[in-house]
């Protein structure tokens, strides 16, 4: 069965910075408790708690929170009020739709004298004859009954009636207990039916794995292996079938075994999702011949870039921004890379060899990319250019104009005996024009003869 832990308690104290000394509500609603523990031990504060919608069948170690006020186990398998005596200051009761047909047991309640709220809506002691007259006579510090208000006169006439209304109330509770004895046989008996029905079903199957030889089973795995599972859920729909449509009372022990079953059910779906994981074969990364193949199971952006100038190849692996830098694993090969995400395995086989050794990997502040930089193993020598005089000499110019530009002018002495400048203007020969460009007319010279 399942009890209040410390842990859980914690994660439910989140309000209170996980302190549960200080406590003083708490919401444990929902968590298939069985078992009430615990808490008049870690939670002596507690003002307000709630424990509906759980399989607790019992009201215990609750008596010591004595500033509990308001204290909810609705939807629960509880069958009779007790254990409350030393809530002092408990001014609120939710026993909403439980199974309390023992009602004579809320003369505990007497001593709770700042009790004025009482819910006992969905119990089987509703249906009792003179059940509210009874509630009203008994707790006469009652100011609200399953959200009805207790008028003044309601409570005089539920008095006067008292003693005939008390007899009938014992009369129809030995009736109800005779009957919830005769439903807690009945359950105990559905319960070792299907015990033993689960039984033998596992002897018939091991008696068939027995009986089989090892090529029967091989052939049997073999034929009928594609056909187990579908053979399963047929039986598991068969089995859900006959659970469901089977009429049982609504009893504490009906409803018990009903969670029990869906609990079954839940392990056994994941039990079976746990072995189809561990069943499904390793992704194949290098084949049996030792081709290695490109495989992106993560299914990250990426892009490969061939840098020419540093002679490098540039892997940009588009990894999840977030992801910390410990759940990636790289490999660097002559021929591939290998980048293992969180497990998953990204591959890719290189354009060219490259260095292992030299290879270096980053990741970007960023993007978070992963950025692998592998050189080239065979490494390209690049001539230096030499730089022409005429640039040289063309810079000089724009180095002058500048400096007229900015009105100053910067002028370098340089000795002649210790260096020597080409002559600059001589660089380019003057080609003379040879039948080009337009032609120039000569006038011609006229020479006076002399007498």
């Given amino acids: 069965f399942l009890s209040v832990t410390e842990d859980l308690i914690r994660r439910r104290a989140e309000h209170n910075n996980c302190e549960i000394f200080s406590l003083e509500e708490i919401s444990l609603h929902q968590q298939e408790i069985e078992k009430l523990e615990y808490l008049d031990k870690w939670c002596r504060d507690l003002k307000i708690l709630y424990l509906q919608n759980n399989l607790i069948p019992k009201i215990e170690n609750v008596g010591k929170l004595k500033k509990l006020e308001y204290l909810n186990v609705a939807l629960n398998n509880i069958e009779r ?5 030393g809530c002092e200051e408990l001014k609120k009761l939710d026993l909403t739709a439980n199974f309390i047909g023992e009602l004579s047991s809320i003369e505990t309640l007497k001593c709770n004298i700042h009790l004025k709220e009482l819910f006992l809506v969905g119990n089987p002691c509703t249906e009792f004859e003179g059940y ?9 510090q009652l100011k609200c009954l399953d959200s009805k208000d207790i008028e003044r006169s309601e409570r005089i006439q539920a008095l006067q009636n008292y003693r005939e209304v008390k007899q009938k109330i014992r009369e129809q509770e030995q009736a109800y207990l005779l009957k919830r004895a005769r439903e807690k046989g009945e359950a ?11 039984q033998n079903q596992m002897e018939s199957k091991l008696g068939l794995d027995s009986s089989d030889s090892l090529q029967d089973k091989e052939n049997h795995q073999a034929e009928g292996g594609r056909k187990q599972g579908s053979r ?6 068969e089995e859900d079938r006959r659970f469901w449509e089977e009429p049982t009372p609504y009893t504490p022990e009906s409803r018990l075994e009903t969670h029990r079953y869906i609990e079954e059910k839940r392990r056994a779906k994941e039990n079976t999702r746990e072995s189809k994981k561990t069943e499904k074969p390793p992704r194949t990364l290098v084949t049996a011949e030792g081709k290695v193949l490109n495989v992106n199971v993560p299914k990250l952006h ?9 002679n490098q ?3 940009d692996l588009a990894v999840y921004r977030h992801l910390d830098t410990s759940l990636l694993e790289v490999d660097v090969q002559p021929t591939y890379i290998r980048v293992m995400v969180k497990g998953k395995p990204f591959q890719f086989v290189l354009p060219e060899e490259v260095k292992p050794d030299s290879s270096s990997a980053k990741r970007s502040q960023t993007t978070g990319h992963l950025v692998v930089s592998m050189p080239k193993a065979k490494e390209i020598i690049l001539a230096k250019q030499k730089i022409p005089t005429s640039n040289k000499h063309s810079d000089c110019k724009t180095l002058q104009k500048n400096s007229r530009r900015s009105g100053q002018v910067d002028k370098l002495e340089v000795d002649p005996s210790k260096y020597s400048f080409p002559d ?3 660089i380019i020969q003057e ?17 006076e003869a002399k007498k």
């Avoid at 509210?132 to 006469?140: K, M, P």
């Avoid at 399963?232 to 729909?237: A, F, G, K, L, N």
């Fill in 81 to 85: 009020i007790e254990n409350l005596e």
């Fill in 132 to 140: 509210r007259q009874f509630v009203v006579a008994t707790l006469q």
């Fill in 188 to 198: 105990q008996r559905r319960m070792q039916e299907r015990k033993d029905k689960k």
């Fill in 232 to 237: 399963r859920t047929v039986e598991d729909d």
């Fill in 302 to 310: 990426f892009s490969l870039k061939d840098d020419e100038e540093n």
């Fill in 313 to 315: 190849i540039i892997l």
């Fill in 424 to 426: 600059v203007t001589k």
């Fill in 431 to 447: 080609k003379e024009q040879i039948e080009q460009g337009p032609l120039r007319l000569q006038p011609e010279k006229i020479t």
